[in-house]
């Protein structure tokens, strides 16, 4: 059973803290939508949990099983991102961008002779899945807005981390786009255990898909609330 | 009543500055930069030396033309072995200057490992290839192989600077996001940066190749090999004249031809980089 915990987490910048005394304890198998205003520190907490930016205090625990407990600096291949910026490769196609996700398990050999064929057939159809299938072949940068954000989640998808953390992943996806990559992620919640955490606009989309809602108070760091999302289709 | 079409100054309370105030370095640098044009254009002009210049062309006519032709496979040879000093060197420089950009880019490498390098590449930079063709032919003797080592330290001076540039004006977040999902430093480099500076690395290098194509043509001046030792040899026979024609209308052909090729092939990558992109 995994499970992710926060022990007083703060993020303090240009002398004024973003979130402090932060204690969370996100069991397996949950989408944790976390929710705030612009610049109240959303995405700073999810760089704070991703190791890309050190917490002023506290610490972050990723449980990968019962009593196995890793942190920032060694979560790597469990962890997945999905940057708000997206970070992805520009000049190479939108398949090559997804194989990317698992660079953990390649070695040189794949950097010299390329990728294992049932590797890209697997991120071909997780392409599919997300309707890009027939953009396989073009260069990312040739691609739109939402086909790069659909490109980045398909990278996680295709790592297939313990973790995941989404900065606004849906943000610049129609509607049914928006409903089918959280259903992707609620299938691998629900399915397989796994922890989303990520940062959330769509009333619609927090209260259809996540189980529990983290809000930041910009006014009161201190003033967090993670609660249970209580779901309008189970009612 | 005002005549039409006159326009009033008004008031608008925009101070107005004095001529000591408009300078900036740039003035300053433009202003002193035409000081010692004009300096320097009065104390050559002054030179006593004599010049008879038409008589210089009338000989240059008399001596040089026809261009002499009887040893052109000898010629081509040497344009061969031009050529391949060239490639050699280049080929060499482009993967050492790879390795150095690296340490010398900002973005990439701690400050102290960056200034070093950069000032290495800055000190190679400084001597021409002909000094550095001057060197290497006291280590080597007068070979091909003194040419390529010369062209190679070269071009590293430009091609490491090149690079570096390019490696700074990247997006070097792309490559941390995959060190955050699990690359080691060398796959965020092979999958998040060279992908998107490749295309300039090739356009850079291609530059450099042609540079060095007309640098290898001069080196063999002092014995590095090439078809310049053929121009030495031409320059030192008294009836050698129209050979040094041939030699240069040779070199020409060959730098022109490459100059339109590496144009035409930088212009394809740029526009596979940035298709709205207009550059040559």
């Given at each position: 059973?995994?499970s992710l915990r926060?022990?007083?987490?703060?993020?303090q910048r240009?002398g004024e803290?973003?979130?402090?005394?932060?204690?969370?304890?996100i069991p397996c198998?949950?989408i944790?939508?976390?929710l705030?205003?612009?610049?109240v520190?959303?995405s700073?907490?999810l760089?704070?949990?991703?190791g890309?930016e050190?917490?002023s205090e506290?610490?972050?625990?990723f449980?990968?099983?019962?009593g196995v407990v890793?942190h920032?600096?060694?979560?790597?291949?469990?962890?997945?991102?999905i940057?708000q910026?997206?970070r992805?490769?520009?000049?190479?196609?939108?398949?090559?961008?997804?194989?990317y996700?698992?660079?953990?398990?390649y070695?040189l050999k794949?950097?010299?002779?390329?990728?294992?064929?049932?590797?890209k057939e697997k991120?071909?159809?997780?392409?599919?899945d997300l309707?890009?299938?027939?953009?396989?072949?073009?260069?990312?940068?040739q691609?739109?807005?939402?086909e790069?954000?659909?490109?980045?989640?398909?990278r996680?998808?295709f790592?297939d981390?313990?973790?995941?953390?989404?900065?606004?992943p849906?943000?610049?996806l129609?509607?049914y786009?928006?409903?089918?990559v959280?259903?992707?992620?609620r299938?691998?919640?629900?399915?397989?255990?796994?922890i989303?955490?990520?940062?959330?606009?769509d009333?619609?989309?927090?209260?259809?898909?996540a189980d529990?809602?983290?809000s930041?108070?910009?006014?009161h760091?201190?003033?967090?609330?993670?609660?249970?999302?209580?779901?309008k289709?189970e009612a | 009543?005002k005549?039409?079409?006159?326009k009033?100054k008004?008031?608008?309370?925009?101070p107005?500055?004095?001529?000591?105030e408009?300078l900036?370095?740039?003035n300053i640098?433009v202003?002193?930069?035409?000081?010692?044009?004009?300096?320097?254009?009065k104390?050559l002009?002054q030179?006593?030396?004599?010049?008879d210049?038409m008589a210089?062309?009338r000989y240059f006519?008399?001596?040089f033309?026809?261009?002499?032709?009887?040893?052109?496979?000898?010629?081509?040879?040497?344009?061969?072995?031009?050529?391949q000093i060239?490639?050699?060197?280049?080929?060499?420089?482009v993967?050492?200057?790879?390795?150095?950009a690296l340490?010398?880019?900002?973005n990439i490498?701690?400050?102290?490992?960056?200034q070093?390098?950069?000032?290495?590449?800055?000190?190679?930079r400084?001597?021409?290839?002909?000094i550095?063709?001057?060197l290497?032919?006291i280590?080597?003797?007068?070979?091909p192989i003194a040419?390529?080592?010369?062209?190679?330290f070269y071009?590293?001076g430009y091609?490491?600077k090149?690079?570096?540039?390019s490696?700074?004006?990247?997006?070097?977040?792309v490559?941390r996001?995959?060190?955050?999902?699990?690359?080691n430093?060398?796959q965020?480099?092979l999958?998040?940066?060279?992908?998107?500076v490749?295309?300039?690395?090739?356009s850079h290098?291609?530059?450099?190749?042609?540079?060095n194509?007309?640098s290898?043509?001069?080196?063999?001046?002092v014995?590095a090999?090439?078809i310049?030792?053929?121009?030495?040899?031409?320059?030192?026979?008294?009836?050698?004249?129209?050979?040094?024609t041939t030699?240069?209308i040779?070199?020409?052909?060959?730098?022109?031809?490459l100059?339109?090729?590496?144009?035409?092939?930088?212009r394809w990558?740029t526009?596979k980089?940035?298709p709205k992109?207009?550059?040559d």
């Amino acid at each position: 059973m995994i499970s992710l915990r926060t022990e007083n987490l703060g993020l303090q910048r240009g002398g004024e803290w973003l979130f402090r005394n932060l204690d969370i304890s996100i069991p397996c198998g949950s989408i944790v939508a976390i929710l705030g205003p612009s610049g109240v520190g959303k995405s700073s907490l999810l760089s704070c949990l991703s190791g890309s930016e050190t917490p002023s205090e506290g610490k972050v625990e990723f449980e990968i099983q019962d009593g196995v407990v890793r942190h920032t600096d060694n979560i790597s291949p469990d962890l997945g991102i999905i940057f708000q910026s997206l970070r992805l490769t520009d000049h190479v196609s939108v398949l090559e961008n997804v194989l990317y996700g698992r660079v953990a398990q390649y070695g040189l050999k794949e950097s010299i002779i390329g990728f294992p064929t049932p590797d890209k057939e697997k991120a071909f159809e997780i392409l599919k899945d997300l309707g890009i299938h027939h953009l396989a072949y073009k260069w990312t940068s040739q691609t739109s807005g939402g086909e790069r954000q659909r490109t980045a989640i398909a990278r996680t998808l295709f790592q297939d981390p313990s973790f995941i953390l989404a900065d606004e992943p849906v943000s610049n996806l129609d509607t049914y786009y928006a409903g089918r990559v959280m259903g992707l992620f609620r299938n691998l919640t629900s399915q397989y255990g796994k922890i989303v955490l990520c940062a959330l606009h769509d009333p619609q989309l927090i209260s259809r898909f996540a189980d529990f809602a983290l809000s930041l108070n910009p006014a009161h760091p201190e003033g967090w609330n993670l609660r249970e999302v209580q779901k309008k289709d189970e009612a | 009543m005002k005549p039409e079409g006159k326009k009033t100054k008004m008031p608008t309370g925009l101070p107005s500055r004095n001529w000591y105030e408009r300078l900036n370095l740039l003035n300053i640098l433009v202003i002193l930069f035409l000081f010692l044009t004009i300096f320097s254009g009065k104390n050559l002009l002054q030179d006593n030396r004599p010049a008879d210049v038409m008589a210089g062309v009338r000989y240059f006519f008399k001596k040089f033309f026809p261009p002499d032709f009887s040893d052109f496979p000898l010629i081509l040879d040497s344009l061969g072995e031009t050529f391949q000093i060239a490639i050699v060197s280049t080929f060499i420089a482009v993967n050492l200057s790879l390795i150095i950009a690296l340490a010398a880019s900002r973005n990439i490498s701690p400050v102290w490992l960056v200034q070093l390098t950069r000032m290495f590449l800055n000190i190679t930079r400084t001597l021409p290839s002909l000094i550095w063709a001057f060197l290497f032919v006291i280590f080597f003797g007068p070979t091909p192989i003194a040419g390529v080592f010369a062209l190679t330290f070269y071009s590293l001076g430009y091609l490491g600077k090149f690079f570096s540039e390019s490696f700074e004006s990247m997006d070097i977040k792309v490559a941390r996001g995959l060190k955050l999902i699990g690359a080691n430093p060398i796959q965020a480099f092979l999958y998040g940066l060279w992908p998107n500076v490749k295309a300039q690395v090739w356009s850079h290098s291609l530059w450099m190749l042609e540079y060095n194509i007309r640098s290898a043509s001069i080196i063999g001046l002092v014995g590095a090999g090439g078809i310049g030792m053929e121009l030495n040899k031409a320059m030192e026979m008294a009836s050698g004249f129209q050979k040094v024609t041939t030699i240069l209308i040779c070199i020409l052909v060959i730098v022109i031809f490459l100059d339109l090729l590496g144009q035409a092939i930088r212009r394809w990558i740029t526009q596979k980089i940035n298709p709205k992109s207009i550059s040559d």
